[in-house]
């Protein structure tokens, strides 16, 4: 069976400020077909893309 993994990026503070991300998470939880939700704070930089990389091969 597939794994969903959502990914929200909070894009400095572009996002971050602008929307509630946690609420986002909370509501996605409730419909349970998606494994794990994680935040990063610039999924485009070099630190993210690794961060998105190795978290991707944790939980294969």
Same mark, same amino acid.
């Not at 794994?3 to 503070?13: F, Q, R, S, T, V």
């Not at 999924?43 to 294969?60: M, P, Q, R, T, V």
């Given at each position: 069976? #597939?794994?969903?993994?959502?990914?929200?990026?909070?894009?400095?503070?572009?996002?971050?400020?602008?929307? $509630?991300? $946690? @609420?986002?998470?909370?509501?996605?939880? @409730? $419909?349970?077909?998606?494994?794990?939700?994680?935040r990063?704070?610039l999924?485009?930089?070099? $630190?993210? @893309?690794?961060?998105?990389?190795? #978290?991707? @091969?944790?939980?294969?």
């Open positions: 069976m #597939s794994k969903i993994g959502l990914y929200l990026c909070e894009c400095g503070p572009n996002i971050a400020e602008a929307i $509630d991300l $946690d @609420k986002i998470a909370e509501e996605i939880k @409730k $419909d349970g077909k998606v494994a794990g939700i994680e990063h704070k999924l485009c930089s070099n $630190d993210g @893309k690794n961060f998105l990389a190795e #978290s991707i @091969k944790k939980n294969e």
